[in-house]
């Protein structure tokens, strides 16, 4: 029965949402039910692409990355795939008519990873909108289950979103981007040392992103919104802990934030929410 290996697709989405990110687990757990398993079909999806160009060291990156996506575009046109993590996604992609260019403007940004580089402001601003404001359009055409009227009004605030959340990761994972990867991503850092200076420059930026994103979240459907705020509490808070450290700090270090802190987070972001006081 092609129903259970349906089934058995989407419990592999979710076990890669799991054990690949702790947070983002938490985040898809206060979403309505109905949620769970088309968001974690697009992180599942999402985190493939990401750990081809991010960990496959040793092996040919273009070639694996070229494969999964012609794979993609072929499961999705066939509607299954013996890939359970494709088959999830095409499920996704088919159901909620989510745009095939946001997908090729996603690969486009993990072809952008293949290669060792110090980002223009136009590659920087090219590799987000790929790598983290599509995916987060993906996500918002769940939410609104087929409603384009509030897409089109919500997508300038989703892209932003993401955007954000992209830019802290940037923070966050500094050292090892650069040490590990060879990859810079901050154009202001094309002529510059990543100083005080810099690093304030960049947070602000980060905050304006914030701001417009968070006018999103208050707006989303009620069945989507408080896992969206979830996620954008987390994210806050990261960004406020990054704030606070110097630029050494983050020269040497990736930010954490301890699981016990998480769960004190969402608490609060529960309680909140219950108050209606997003």
């Known amino acids: 029965m092609k129903q259970l290996f349906d089934h058995l ?19 898809i757990r206060f979403l309505a039910k109905k949620f769970h398993t088309p968001i974690y079909g697009i992180y599942g999806f999402v985190r493939f692409a990401d750990e081809i160009v991010d960990t496959f060291h040793g092996f040919d990156k273009r070639t694996l990355l070229e494969e999964f996506k012609a794979e993609t575009y072929k499961a999705i046109a066939n509607k299954i795939s013996l890939n359970p993590i494709l088959n999830t ?12 260019h946001l997908i090729e403007t996603f690969f486009n940004s993990m072809e952008m990873d293949l290669d060792d580089r110090k980002y223009s402001q136009k590659n920087y601003e090219e590799y987000i909108l790929g790598s983290a404001e599509v995916v987060g359009l993906m996500c918002l055409k769940v939410f609104v289950e087929g409603n384009q009227v509030t897409y ?10 993401g955007s954000a959340f992209q830019k802290i990761n940037f923070l966050r994972d500094f050292n090892s981007d650069k040490q590990e990867l060879g990859r810079v991503y901050f154009p202001q850092l094309q002529h510059n ?8 420059e960049i947070e602000a930026d980060i905050l ?11 707006r989303l459907p009620k069945n989507a919104r408080f896992g969206v705020y979830v996620a954008y509490k987390y994210y806050s808070n990261l960004l406020r802990k990054i ?4 630029a050494t700090k983050i020269l040497n270090e990736r930010v954490r934030i301890p699981n016990k802190q998480k769960y004190a987070l969402f608490f609060g972001s529960y309680v909140r929410h219950s ?3 997003l």
């Open 152 to 161: 089109d009004e919500l997508k300038y605030n989703a892209m932003k979103l």
């Open 208 to 218: 304006s992103d914030f701001q417009l994103g968070y006018e999103g979240v208050k």
């Open 275 to 277: 108050l209606n006081m």
């Open 243 to 246: 704030v606070a450290l110097p």
């Open 9 to 27: 697709s989407q419990r592999t989405s979710k076990m890669v949402t799991n054990t690949y990110s702790t947070s983002f687990s938490m985040g």
């Open 89 to 100: 996604f095409q499920s996704v992609v088919n159901q909620y008519q989510i745009d095939l």
């Open 193 to 200: 040392e990543f100083d005080t200076l810099t690093k304030k």
